[in-house]
Protein backbone atom coordinates (compact mmCIF):
# COMPACT_ATOMS: atom_id res chain seq x y z
CA UNK A 1 0.00 0.00 0.00
CA UNK A 2 2.56 2.82 1.01
CA UNK A 3 4.67 1.70 -1.89
CA UNK A 4 1.31 2.68 -4.28
CA UNK A 5 0.79 6.06 -2.45
CA UNK A 6 4.73 6.63 -3.03
CA UNK A 7 4.14 5.78 -6.96
CA UNK A 8 1.34 8.23 -6.98
CA UNK A 9 3.82 11.16 -6.16
CA UNK A 10 6.79 10.52 -8.52
CA UNK A 11 8.13 14.12 -9.14
CA UNK A 12 8.98 15.17 -12.27
CA UNK A 13 10.97 18.78 -11.97
CA UNK A 14 8.45 21.42 -13.40
CA UNK A 15 11.42 24.26 -13.38
CA UNK A 16 12.90 24.56 -16.50
CA UNK A 17 16.69 25.65 -15.61
CA UNK A 18 17.69 26.81 -18.90
CA UNK A 19 21.03 27.25 -20.23
CA UNK A 20 22.91 30.34 -21.90
CA UNK A 21 21.05 32.30 -24.91
CA UNK A 22 22.68 34.70 -26.87
CA UNK A 23 20.94 37.76 -25.47
CA UNK A 24 22.72 39.17 -22.14
CA UNK A 25 20.95 40.62 -19.90
CA UNK A 26 22.69 43.44 -17.68
CA UNK A 27 22.47 43.22 -13.90
CA UNK A 28 22.74 46.05 -11.25
CA UNK A 29 23.43 44.58 -7.44
CA UNK A 30 21.81 46.43 -4.77
CA UNK A 31 23.24 46.18 -1.56
CA UNK A 32 26.82 44.11 -1.56
CA UNK A 33 26.58 42.82 1.99
CA UNK A 34 26.45 38.73 2.79
CA UNK A 35 23.90 37.76 0.39
CA UNK A 36 24.95 39.51 -2.69
CA UNK A 37 27.77 37.27 -2.78
CA UNK A 38 25.52 34.36 -3.42
CA UNK A 39 23.54 36.15 -5.71
CA UNK A 40 26.78 37.43 -7.95
CA UNK A 41 28.43 33.75 -7.45
CA UNK A 42 24.68 32.42 -9.08
CA UNK A 43 24.30 35.15 -11.94
CA UNK A 44 28.02 33.61 -12.77
CA UNK A 45 27.03 30.39 -13.49
CA UNK A 46 24.43 32.09 -16.27
CA UNK A 47 26.73 33.34 -18.99
CA UNK A 48 23.76 35.03 -20.31
CA UNK A 49 24.33 37.61 -17.43
CA UNK A 50 26.83 40.31 -17.34
CA UNK A 51 26.94 42.15 -14.25
CA UNK A 52 27.89 45.55 -14.44
CA UNK A 53 27.04 47.79 -11.65
CA UNK A 54 26.75 47.58 -7.86
CA UNK A 55 26.13 49.92 -5.49
CA UNK A 56 26.69 50.43 -1.70
CA UNK A 57 26.05 52.66 1.54
CA UNK A 58 28.80 51.90 3.09
CA UNK A 59 32.17 54.02 1.29
CA UNK A 60 34.52 51.11 -0.71
CA UNK A 61 31.85 48.10 0.26
CA UNK A 62 31.35 47.62 -3.09
CA UNK A 63 34.61 47.88 -4.42
CA UNK A 64 35.76 45.42 -1.93
CA UNK A 65 33.18 43.13 -2.66
CA UNK A 66 33.34 43.02 -6.53
CA UNK A 67 37.06 42.28 -5.75
CA UNK A 68 36.73 39.73 -3.30
CA UNK A 69 34.21 38.05 -5.53
CA UNK A 70 35.74 37.94 -8.70
CA UNK A 71 34.18 40.35 -10.85
CA UNK A 72 35.98 43.21 -12.62
CA UNK A 73 34.70 45.86 -14.71
CA UNK A 74 31.88 46.66 -12.51
CA UNK A 75 30.82 50.39 -12.25
CA UNK A 76 30.24 51.38 -8.50
CA UNK A 77 27.69 53.50 -7.06
CA UNK A 78 27.00 55.10 -3.24
CA UNK A 79 23.28 54.19 -3.37
CA UNK A 80 20.80 52.35 -5.68
CA UNK A 81 19.37 55.32 -7.03
CA UNK A 82 22.61 57.08 -8.92
CA UNK A 83 22.83 53.37 -10.16
CA UNK A 84 19.59 52.89 -11.62
CA UNK A 85 19.88 56.72 -12.97
CA UNK A 86 23.13 55.96 -14.63
CA UNK A 87 22.88 52.42 -16.51
CA UNK A 88 20.79 51.05 -18.58
CA UNK A 89 19.73 48.28 -16.65
CA UNK A 90 17.58 44.97 -17.11
CA UNK A 91 17.56 43.79 -13.57
CA UNK A 92 18.30 44.45 -10.13
CA UNK A 93 19.31 42.13 -7.23
CA UNK A 94 18.03 44.07 -4.16
CA UNK A 95 20.12 42.55 -1.13
CA UNK A 96 19.96 45.59 1.59
CA UNK A 97 18.54 45.38 4.48
CA UNK A 98 14.89 45.39 5.10
CA UNK A 99 14.05 48.68 5.85
CA UNK A 100 15.49 49.70 2.50
CA UNK A 101 13.48 46.98 0.67
CA UNK A 102 10.79 48.78 -0.34
CA UNK A 103 12.20 51.93 -1.76
CA UNK A 104 15.13 50.24 -3.70
CA UNK A 105 12.69 48.19 -5.35
CA UNK A 106 9.90 50.75 -6.20
CA UNK A 107 12.28 53.32 -8.20
CA UNK A 108 13.89 50.19 -9.79
CA UNK A 109 10.33 49.51 -10.86
CA UNK A 110 9.59 53.02 -11.74
CA UNK A 111 12.87 53.12 -13.83
CA UNK A 112 11.57 50.10 -16.15
CA UNK A 113 13.98 47.52 -14.13
CA UNK A 114 13.09 43.90 -13.22
CA UNK A 115 13.57 43.02 -9.74
CA UNK A 116 14.44 40.05 -7.83
CA UNK A 117 14.37 40.99 -4.33
CA UNK A 118 15.48 39.43 -1.05
CA UNK A 119 13.13 37.93 1.41
CA UNK A 120 11.31 39.23 3.37
CA UNK A 121 9.61 41.14 1.04
CA UNK A 122 9.96 44.08 3.21
CA UNK A 123 8.62 45.60 6.69
CA UNK A 124 4.92 46.34 6.78
CA UNK A 125 1.81 45.68 4.40
CA UNK A 126 1.65 49.36 3.64
CA UNK A 127 5.11 48.94 1.85
CA UNK A 128 4.23 46.05 0.57
CA UNK A 129 0.99 47.36 -1.24
CA UNK A 130 3.03 50.17 -2.88
CA UNK A 131 5.52 47.59 -4.13
CA UNK A 132 3.23 45.37 -5.62
CA UNK A 133 1.39 48.70 -7.22
CA UNK A 134 4.55 49.92 -8.84
CA UNK A 135 5.14 46.31 -9.92
CA UNK A 136 1.93 46.29 -11.93
CA UNK A 137 2.18 49.94 -12.63
CA UNK A 138 5.65 49.03 -14.37
CA UNK A 139 4.54 45.29 -16.32
CA UNK A 140 7.94 44.80 -15.40
CA UNK A 141 9.13 41.45 -13.36
CA UNK A 142 8.83 41.28 -10.04
CA UNK A 143 10.36 37.85 -8.04
CA UNK A 144 10.90 37.82 -4.00
CA UNK A 145 14.24 36.13 -3.15
CA UNK A 146 12.20 32.46 -1.15
CA UNK A 147 14.88 29.52 -2.69
CA UNK A 148 13.66 27.08 -0.46
CA UNK A 149 10.74 27.10 -2.72
CA UNK A 150 12.57 25.67 -5.41
CA UNK A 151 13.82 22.36 -2.77
CA UNK A 152 12.79 19.24 -4.29
CA UNK A 153 11.14 18.29 -1.12
CA UNK A 154 9.49 21.38 -0.72
CA UNK A 155 7.96 20.88 -4.11
CA UNK A 156 6.96 17.60 -3.19
CA UNK A 157 5.24 18.83 -0.17
CA UNK A 158 2.93 20.92 -2.48
CA UNK A 159 2.21 18.29 -4.46
CA UNK A 160 1.15 16.20 -1.62
CA UNK A 161 -1.21 18.71 -0.93
CA UNK A 162 -2.33 19.88 -3.97
CA UNK A 163 -2.93 16.42 -4.94
CA UNK A 164 -6.26 16.10 -2.71
CA UNK A 165 -4.73 13.46 -0.85
CA UNK A 166 -5.05 15.24 2.63
CA UNK A 167 -8.68 16.23 1.59
CA UNK A 168 -9.57 19.57 2.70
CA UNK A 169 -7.30 21.25 5.22
CA UNK A 170 -8.54 22.88 8.19
CA UNK A 171 -5.22 22.91 10.58
CA UNK A 172 -1.64 24.06 10.11
CA UNK A 173 1.05 24.45 12.70
CA UNK A 174 4.19 25.54 11.58
CA UNK A 175 7.29 27.53 12.22
CA UNK A 176 10.91 26.91 13.15
CA UNK A 177 13.39 27.91 15.35
CA UNK A 178 16.72 28.14 16.92
CA UNK A 179 17.90 27.49 20.26
CA UNK A 180 20.67 30.25 20.32
CA UNK A 181 20.56 31.32 16.78
CA UNK A 182 20.81 35.26 16.73
CA UNK A 183 21.80 36.36 13.22
CA UNK A 184 24.90 38.72 14.11
CA UNK A 185 28.14 37.19 12.34
CA UNK A 186 28.30 39.86 10.14
CA UNK A 187 27.56 43.37 12.59
CA UNK A 188 24.13 44.31 14.25
CA UNK A 189 21.52 44.99 10.06
CA UNK A 190 19.86 42.47 11.37
CA UNK A 191 19.12 42.79 15.07
CA UNK A 192 18.72 46.48 14.70
CA UNK A 193 15.18 47.91 14.32
CA UNK A 194 16.39 50.98 12.23
CA UNK A 195 17.86 48.64 9.48
CA UNK A 196 15.89 45.20 9.96
CA UNK A 197 12.58 46.72 10.89
CA UNK A 198 11.57 43.58 12.89
CA UNK A 199 13.77 40.38 13.88
CA UNK A 200 12.56 36.79 13.68
CA UNK A 201 9.02 37.24 12.53
CA UNK A 202 10.51 38.32 9.57
CA UNK A 203 13.28 37.20 9.18
CA UNK A 204 12.96 33.11 9.52
CA UNK A 205 9.26 33.73 9.98
CA UNK A 206 8.82 34.04 6.42
CA UNK A 207 9.81 30.75 5.28
CA UNK A 208 8.11 28.80 7.35
CA UNK A 209 4.79 30.97 6.50
CA UNK A 210 5.75 30.32 2.51
CA UNK A 211 6.38 26.63 3.11
CA UNK A 212 2.83 25.80 4.29
CA UNK A 213 0.75 29.20 2.80
CA UNK A 214 2.51 28.16 -1.11
CA UNK A 215 1.62 24.23 -0.37
CA UNK A 216 -2.12 25.34 0.39
CA UNK A 217 -2.41 27.73 -2.36
CA UNK A 218 -2.22 31.18 -0.50
CA UNK A 219 -5.57 31.42 0.81
CA UNK A 220 -6.33 35.06 2.24
CA UNK A 221 -5.54 35.83 5.71
CA UNK A 222 -8.28 37.21 8.03
CA UNK A 223 -7.38 37.87 11.34
CA UNK A 224 -3.94 37.27 13.78
CA UNK A 225 -3.49 37.28 17.37
CA UNK A 226 -0.19 37.63 17.51
CA UNK A 227 3.06 37.99 20.46
CA UNK A 228 7.10 39.09 20.01
CA UNK A 229 9.35 39.02 22.36
CA UNK A 230 12.90 39.94 22.67
CA UNK A 231 14.21 38.24 26.27
CA UNK A 232 17.11 37.10 24.74
CA UNK A 233 18.41 39.63 22.28
CA UNK A 234 18.08 42.42 25.32
CA UNK A 235 20.48 40.38 27.27
CA UNK A 236 24.33 41.53 27.32
CA UNK A 237 25.31 38.08 27.99
CA UNK A 238 23.66 36.62 25.38
CA UNK A 239 26.48 38.21 22.93
CA UNK A 240 29.46 37.10 24.74
CA UNK A 241 31.89 38.74 23.11
CA UNK A 242 29.77 41.41 22.18
CA UNK A 243 27.96 42.76 24.94
CA UNK A 244 27.20 46.04 23.35
CA UNK A 245 24.80 44.30 20.61
CA UNK A 246 22.25 43.98 23.64
CA UNK A 247 21.46 48.34 23.51
CA UNK A 248 21.36 47.83 19.78
CA UNK A 249 18.87 44.59 19.73
CA UNK A 250 15.65 46.75 18.99
CA UNK A 251 13.71 43.72 17.08
CA UNK A 252 11.50 40.94 18.08
CA UNK A 253 13.54 36.86 18.80
CA UNK A 254 10.68 34.99 19.14
CA UNK A 255 7.15 35.18 18.19
CA UNK A 256 4.06 33.52 17.64
CA UNK A 257 0.53 33.70 16.22
CA UNK A 258 -2.21 32.18 16.18
CA UNK A 259 -3.93 32.86 12.39
CA UNK A 260 -7.25 32.63 10.49
CA UNK A 261 -7.42 32.14 6.82
CA UNK A 262 -10.26 31.85 4.36
CA UNK A 263 -11.33 28.55 3.85
CA UNK A 264 -12.18 27.88 7.64
CA UNK A 265 -8.39 27.43 8.02
CA UNK A 266 -6.47 28.13 11.33
CA UNK A 267 -2.70 28.02 11.43
CA UNK A 268 -0.80 27.89 14.44
CA UNK A 269 2.79 29.52 14.05
CA UNK A 270 5.79 30.22 16.61
CA UNK A 271 9.43 31.29 15.38
CA UNK A 272 12.63 32.04 17.10
CA UNK A 273 15.65 33.05 17.17
CA UNK A 274 16.42 31.86 20.81
CA UNK A 275 14.89 30.11 22.69
CA UNK A 276 15.43 27.56 25.94
CA UNK A 277 14.35 24.36 23.44
CA UNK A 278 15.73 22.58 20.64
CA UNK A 279 12.81 23.58 18.37
CA UNK A 280 9.40 24.79 18.59
CA UNK A 281 8.32 21.59 16.78
CA UNK A 282 7.44 19.66 13.33
CA UNK A 283 5.37 21.53 10.95
CA UNK A 284 1.94 19.63 10.21
CA UNK A 285 -1.02 19.79 7.98
CA UNK A 286 -3.63 17.90 8.90
CA UNK A 287 -6.97 17.30 6.19
CA UNK A 288 -10.01 15.56 6.61
CA UNK A 289 -8.62 12.74 4.89
CA UNK A 290 -5.01 12.30 5.79
CA UNK A 291 -2.18 14.25 7.65
CA UNK A 292 1.26 15.65 6.86
CA UNK A 293 4.01 15.84 9.27
CA UNK A 294 7.09 17.71 8.08
CA UNK A 295 9.96 17.27 10.49
CA UNK A 296 11.51 20.24 11.43
CA UNK A 297 15.59 21.36 12.17
CA UNK A 298 17.41 22.75 14.72
CA UNK A 299 18.56 25.35 12.94
CA UNK A 300 15.53 26.64 10.79
CA UNK A 301 16.55 28.44 7.68
CA UNK A 302 13.99 27.08 5.63
CA UNK A 303 15.17 23.84 4.63
CA UNK A 304 12.89 20.63 6.15
CA UNK A 305 14.72 18.22 8.69
CA UNK A 306 13.66 15.20 7.49
CA UNK A 307 11.47 12.98 5.08
CA UNK A 308 7.68 13.81 4.96
CA UNK A 309 5.18 11.77 6.29
CA UNK A 310 1.37 10.69 5.44
CA UNK A 311 -0.99 9.38 8.01
CA UNK A 312 -4.19 8.13 5.99
CA UNK A 313 -6.84 5.09 7.16
CA UNK A 314 -6.28 3.31 4.47
CA UNK A 315 -9.03 0.07 4.24
CA UNK A 316 -9.99 0.40 8.04
CA UNK A 317 -6.08 0.44 8.85
CA UNK A 318 -4.20 3.30 10.24
CA UNK A 319 -1.51 3.78 7.74
CA UNK A 320 1.73 5.68 7.98
CA UNK A 321 3.71 6.62 4.84
CA UNK A 322 7.14 8.29 4.09
CA UNK A 323 8.59 9.74 0.94
CA UNK A 324 11.72 9.58 0.96
CA UNK A 325 13.76 13.02 0.92
CA UNK A 326 14.36 13.80 -2.30
CA UNK A 327 17.50 15.77 -4.10
CA UNK A 328 17.03 17.23 -7.78
CA UNK A 329 20.80 18.11 -7.70
CA UNK A 330 20.07 21.57 -8.73
CA UNK A 331 21.05 23.94 -5.94
CA UNK A 332 18.16 26.05 -5.20
CA UNK A 333 19.72 29.44 -5.10
CA UNK A 334 20.75 28.50 -8.45
CA UNK A 335 17.16 28.01 -9.75
CA UNK A 336 16.47 31.12 -8.24
CA UNK A 337 18.52 33.16 -9.91
CA UNK A 338 18.19 31.11 -13.02
CA UNK A 339 14.38 31.30 -13.18
CA UNK A 340 14.64 35.24 -12.65
CA UNK A 341 16.53 35.67 -15.76
CA UNK A 342 14.70 33.19 -17.73
CA UNK A 343 11.45 35.27 -16.82
CA UNK A 344 12.94 38.37 -17.62
CA UNK A 345 14.88 36.69 -20.99
CA UNK A 346 11.29 35.48 -21.67
CA UNK A 347 8.86 38.12 -20.48
CA UNK A 348 7.33 35.27 -18.08
CA UNK A 349 5.87 35.18 -15.16
CA UNK A 350 8.03 35.68 -11.92
CA UNK A 351 8.83 32.48 -10.24
CA UNK A 352 8.04 33.70 -7.06
CA UNK A 353 4.74 36.19 -7.64
CA UNK A 354 4.58 39.43 -5.14
CA UNK A 355 0.49 38.53 -5.22
CA UNK A 356 1.49 35.37 -3.28
CA UNK A 357 4.37 37.09 -0.79
CA UNK A 358 1.78 40.17 -0.28
CA UNK A 359 -0.39 37.48 2.01
CA UNK A 360 3.04 36.84 3.74
CA UNK A 361 3.85 39.99 4.72
CA UNK A 362 0.46 40.67 5.68
CA UNK A 363 0.41 38.52 8.44
CA UNK A 364 3.80 39.48 9.43
CA UNK A 365 2.61 42.52 9.87
CA UNK A 366 -0.31 41.68 11.21
CA UNK A 367 1.31 39.85 13.91
CA UNK A 368 3.63 42.82 14.24
CA UNK A 369 0.99 44.96 15.28
CA UNK A 370 -1.28 42.24 16.99
CA UNK A 371 1.40 42.14 19.27
CA UNK A 372 1.93 45.73 19.96
CA UNK A 373 -1.81 46.20 20.63
CA UNK A 374 -1.93 43.35 22.41
CA UNK A 375 -5.24 41.49 20.91
CA UNK A 376 -6.50 40.04 17.80
CA UNK A 377 -6.87 41.96 14.48
CA UNK A 378 -8.20 42.25 11.32
CA UNK A 379 -6.02 41.76 8.16
CA UNK A 380 -7.23 43.98 6.06
CA UNK A 381 -5.27 43.85 2.65
CA UNK A 382 -5.68 46.90 0.41
CA UNK A 383 -6.63 46.79 -3.41
CA UNK A 384 -3.50 46.95 -5.14
N1 LIG B 1 17.66 34.21 0.78
C1 LIG B 1 18.50 33.95 1.75
O1 LIG B 1 18.88 32.82 1.98
C2 LIG B 1 19.02 35.09 2.59
C3 LIG B 1 20.07 34.86 3.47
C4 LIG B 1 20.56 35.95 4.19
C5 LIG B 1 19.98 37.20 4.06
N2 LIG B 1 18.92 37.38 3.23
C6 LIG B 1 18.25 38.68 3.11
O2 LIG B 1 19.09 39.53 2.34
C7 LIG B 1 19.01 40.86 2.82
C8 LIG B 1 20.40 41.38 3.08
O3 LIG B 1 21.03 40.57 4.05
P1 LIG B 1 22.60 40.68 4.29
O4 LIG B 1 22.94 39.70 5.33
O5 LIG B 1 23.33 40.63 3.00
O6 LIG B 1 22.67 42.16 4.91
P2 LIG B 1 23.92 43.12 5.08
O7 LIG B 1 23.56 44.07 6.15
O8 LIG B 1 25.16 42.28 5.20
O9 LIG B 1 24.01 43.90 3.68
C9 LIG B 1 23.07 44.81 3.24
C10 LIG B 1 23.81 45.91 2.50
O10 LIG B 1 22.85 46.74 1.85
C11 LIG B 1 23.38 48.05 1.82
N3 LIG B 1 22.30 48.99 1.52
C12 LIG B 1 21.21 49.29 2.27
N4 LIG B 1 20.43 50.18 1.63
C13 LIG B 1 21.03 50.46 0.45
C14 LIG B 1 20.71 51.31 -0.65
N5 LIG B 1 19.62 52.07 -0.65
N6 LIG B 1 21.57 51.35 -1.72
C15 LIG B 1 22.69 50.59 -1.72
N7 LIG B 1 23.05 49.78 -0.69
C16 LIG B 1 22.22 49.70 0.37
C17 LIG B 1 24.00 48.21 3.22
O11 LIG B 1 24.94 49.27 3.26
C18 LIG B 1 24.63 46.83 3.42
O12 LIG B 1 25.99 46.82 3.01
C19 LIG B 1 18.12 40.83 4.07
O13 LIG B 1 16.85 41.31 3.75
C20 LIG B 1 18.06 39.37 4.43
O14 LIG B 1 16.84 38.98 5.01
C21 LIG B 1 18.44 36.34 2.48
Known sequence: MATNILDRFKETIEEKITSASDKKIKVGIIGTGWIAEAHVANYLKCDDVEIVAAADLVPGKAEKFCKDNGIEGVRLYPDHKSMI????????????????????????LQHGVNVLLEKPMCVTLEEAVEICKAEKASGKILSIGFQPRFDANMKMLKKVVQSGELGDIYYIQTGGGRRRGIPTPYGTSFIDEKTAGLGALADIGCYSLDMVLNAIGYPKPLTVSG??????????????????????????????????????????????????LDTPGDTIILGKKGGLRIPSTECWNGSIGGPLKIYKTIAGEEVETEIPEKDDGVDNFYKKIRLFVDAVKEGGAAPVPSSQILYNQAIIDGIAKSARLGREIAIEIPEV
Open 227 to 276: YTSDFFGKDPAYFESHPEYADVFSVDDFAAAFIRLEGGIVLDFRISWAMN
Open 85 to 108: DAEELDAVSVCTYNRTHAECTIYA
